[in-house]
């Protein structure tokens, strides 16, 4: 029996994860967190009995415990809910499939308390990478990546210790937006945003990738997962989302992952890793796809991923500004308090006016955060 805990229960991966685990006999839930929709984590604490359940506020904490006081799950709210789920005794990996930088914090106990961690949860490693790399090293404890792009990179790795990357080659539908130029763009509405053409997921992440901002994250995020630099990732743009991603060794082979575009495919490599189970779902069918094509980024219009680079290169504090500016904006962006371009034209304010600070600590990476948040905040 595989224990796990999962970090953000209630959203895309998470609930895709739970199907994994409701097909499987040999995984077991042991904790399961959630920010808000507490009548959902309801049903999950009902269906899979975990031992310990959290909840972002307080308040909806005491709500869930009445309503699940006849079970034997234990409710747990705030930052101290979400490590006390991520360090579980007897867990063996944590899946954070939880939104946002919030993240960091319980992956950095969860690491320490010797977990393995399925990650989705992009914007920890984009933020705190520099910590969470080596602290995973020191704890021997295995990053194994969620992201379908890094999985793939992670799988076409297999086999090839010893053999030095020369490239990634990391592959984006394009999103919703893909051939629009700037102009096109000025009148962009939410529900515009949110119509993804490939993947169903979570909304902060569906308009990250309507501004190309999520492959931006991906970049940062490869780098830290396969010890590489930024430049060493190239973006390609592969519509159909049937390539998710490619690695180019030395001598010049390219090896890549195919398949449907289905997240549950990533989740389970993580969770049964190196093992691989059967999946139900639709096979690839290259007589009906006939042909896959490829396109380079437009990082004149979609320079959200530019900024990305710039961030990567540069690093230190950096990434830290980029994501940040990004989750608030796209926040604001979702309350339709800024129009689609002010995205990433309050990234690049951000960034611009930021004073680096080299390798900082996790006191100095949730002090940029504020001072991000405030930067944006009095701009109106
Ligand atoms: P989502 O919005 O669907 O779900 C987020 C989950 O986090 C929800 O369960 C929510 O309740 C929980 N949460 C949010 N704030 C919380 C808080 N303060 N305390 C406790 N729980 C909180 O998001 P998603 O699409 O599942 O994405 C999750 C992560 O996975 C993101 O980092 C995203 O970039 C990454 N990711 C998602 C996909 C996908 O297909 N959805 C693919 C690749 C990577
Ligand atoms: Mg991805």
């Not at 399925?118 to 995973?136: D, R, S, W």
């Not at 992670?154 to 999103?175: C, E, M, W, Y």
């Not at 308090?337 to 611009?352: A, G, K, P, S, Y």
Request: net charge negative.
């Amino acid at each position: 029996m595989k224990k796990i805990a999962i970090l953000g229960s209630t959203g895309s991966i998470g609930t895709q994860t739970l199907e994994i685990v409701r097909e499987k006999q040999d995984l077991e839930v042991l904790g399961l967190a959630a920010g808000s929709n507490i009548q959902l984590l309801e049903q999950q604490i009902r269906e899979f009995s975990p031992k310990m359940a959290a909840v972002w506020s307080e308040e909806k904490a005491m709500e869930l415990r009445t309503k699940v006081a006849d079970t034997d799950t234990e409710v747990v709210s705030g930052m101290d809910g979400l490590i006390r789920i991520a360090t579980l005794s007897d867990a063996e990996i944590l899946v954070t499939a939880i939104v946002g930088m919030i993240g960091i914090r319980p992956t950095i106990e969860a690491i320490k308390a010797g977990k393995d961690i399925a990650l989705a949860n992009k914007e920890t490693l984009v933020t705190a990478g520099h910590l969470i790399m080596p602290l995973a090293a020191e704890h021997q404890v295995k990053i194994l990546p969620v992201d379908s792009e890094h999985s793939a990179i992670f799988q076409a790795l297999q086999g090839n210790t010893g053999n030095p990357v020369h490239k990634i080659l990391l592959t984006a539908s394009g999103g919703p937006f893909r051939g629009k130029k700037q102009e096109d763009l000025l009148d962009v509405q939410v529900e515009d945003a949110l119509r993804h053409p490939n993947w169903s997921m979570g909304r902060k992440i569906t308009i990250d990738s309507s501004t190309m901002v999520n492959k931006g994250l991906e970049v940062i995020e490869a780098k830290w997962l396969f010890d590489v630099e930024v430049d060493q990732v190239e973006v390609v743009i592969q519509p159909q989302s049937i390539i998710h991603s490619m690695v180019e060794y030395e001598d010049g082979a390219v090896l890549a992952q195919l398949g449907t575009p289905d997240m549950k495919l990533p989740i389970q490599y993580a969770l049964y890793y190196p093992q691989r189970r059967y999946l139900p779902g639709d096979r690839l069918d290259f007589w009906k796809l006939r042909s896959i094509t490829f396109e380079k980024p437009d990082m004149d219009t979609f320079y959200g991923l530019k900024l990305a680079y710039i961030a990567g290169r540069r690093g230190g504090s950096l990434p830290t500004v980029f994501n940040a500016a990004n989750e608030l904006a796209v926040q604001q962006f979702l309350n339709r308090q800024i129009t689609f371009l002010e995205i990433t034209e309050i990234i690049e304010d951000c960034i611009r006016a930021h004073k680096v600070i080299e390798h900082p600590t996790l006191e100095q990476i949730l002090e940029t955060e504020k001072e991000t948040y405030d930067r944006i905040n009095s701009r109106r």
